[in-house]
Every structure is written in C-alpha cells, then in structure tokens.
C-alpha cells in the first residue's frame, strides 16, 4: 500500500527551463507534505514543506503547490539549474496514533539538468 | 552545530551474520528514525526512536531492531542476514516530530556477500 506516490521515475530538462515535479497521496489525514532532495552517496536533505491548510509555498528558486482535492502536490523550479541535479523524494507526514507522527516517501524522481 | 553522523559508511557482511549500525543525532534532538533505501525501493521506513521508547515501527521483519540510548544515540541491528538486506541505511533525527523535517546522515552502505 503505498500512500505516496511519484509516478516519473525520472525528469530531463534544460537549464534555465522549469522543472516540475509531481507527487500523488492517497491518505486525505497527513498534516505536512515535505520535498527532500539527495545527491549520490549523501543523505536526503530538506528542502522545501508545505502545510496540508495551504496551497502554495515559496523559497527562493523552489515553490511548492498543494491540491488537497486532486490528493495532488508539485514542486517547481525555476530556473533549474544543472546543481540542482538529483533525485527528489517527495514524503507526507501524519498521525500514527496517539503523539506518534510518521513520514511516509515516495520512490522519488531524478531530475537532470543539462546545461 | 555537528550533523548527524553514522557508523560505519560501509560494511561487508556474509549471509547468516548479523550487523549493528550507529547513529549519532543532532544535539538536542530527540527522535530518531531508521530508513532502507534500495534501487526502485526509494525510503522505507524501518523505526522510529523518541525518548529511548519505539514509537512507530514499519513493515519489516523482527530481524530488523533498534534501540535509543539516554543521550539519544541509537543503533540499529539486523540478524541472520539476507541477500537481499543490501542497502543504504539512513538514519535521521528531528526535533520537530509532527512536521517531518529530518535531518539525515550520510548512511551506511552494507553489502551482503
């Protein structure tokens, strides 16, 4: 059962376009939806995190938009460029039970940049 | 401020032997969760840690177990070992628990043989 889903495994585009990157859930309770980013033979690092009460969120470079009624979120860059090179993981996050709180990712989607 | 930090980056293991991997969190942090990235797998999500009690645990197998010490520190341990546990493992520590911003180590890579 996966409640996360990112149905492109990969993603080419050419530097200084817009990169888009989709995401599906299925479970309506997460609370955050967040964007990690990993480069080869590092740990993801957090990017980019939008509460599930808005539906747009912007830093710089990166903007994430939230579609509660599609069950839908997309990250976009603009511009892209070739640093910005990896793969994304998109990842939920929602009550467990009790206080307990669980991130769930995607398989993510590696993006490439050409210059 | 230190990152966090696991041990050992890499290891070589043979079928039936078992294995113990470190993680140092970020001072202050209190959680700790467990993650196995393999090709095509993405992350999945092995435990999770706070205030050295489980707190949540995924669908892997009771070979695959961790504990939290009082300083935060955890370790993760995998028994009998299979082909198949071949993997990064990610360990990552927040102080925020309900947002899910993680922050994680670089990983330690077994290979088993």
């Known amino acids: 059962d996966q409640q996360v889903k990112q149905n492109s495994p990969s993603l080419s585009v050419q530097e200084g376009r817009i990169s888009i990157l989709n995401c599906d859930y299925t479970n309506s309770m997460f609370d955050y939806f967040l964007w990690y980013k990993k480069y080869p033979a590092e740990g993801p690092t957090f990017l980019i995190s939008?509460?599930?009460?808005?539906d747009k969120n912007e830093d710089g470079r990166f903007t994430v938009f939230l579609n509660k009624s599609a069950k839908h979120l997309s990250l976009h860059i603009v511009p892209s460029q070739p640093g910005d090179s990896a793969v994304y993981f998109c990842a939920a996050s929602g009550n467990s039970g009790g206080s307990n709180y669980k991130l769930t990712f995607g398989k993510g989607t590696l993006l490439t940049v050409n210059p | 401020k230190a990152g966090v930090t696991q041990t050992p980056r890499y290891l070589i293991k043979t079928r039936g032997q078992q294995v113990t991997l470190s993680c140092s969190p970020i001072?202050?942090?209190?959680?700790v969760s467990w993650y196995q990235q393999t090709p095509g797998q993405g992350l999945q999500f092995l435990f999770e840690?706070?205030?050295?009690?489980?707190?949540n645990k995924g669908n892997f197998p009771g070979r695959f177990s961790g504990r939290q010490f009082s300083n935060s520190r955890s370790e993760m341990n995998v028994s009998t070992l299979e082909l198949g546990d071949s993997a990064l493992y990610l360990c990552?520590?927040?102080?925020?628990?309900?947002?899910?911003?993680?922050?994680f180590g670089e990983g330690s890579r077994l290979t088993v043989l």
């Open positions: 840690y706070f205030s050295e009690t489980q707190r």
């Open positions: 939008i509460s599930s009460i808005k």
């Open positions: 001072s202050g942090h209190r959680s």
């Open positions: 990552a520590s927040t102080f925020d628990r309900v947002k899910g911003e993680l922050f």
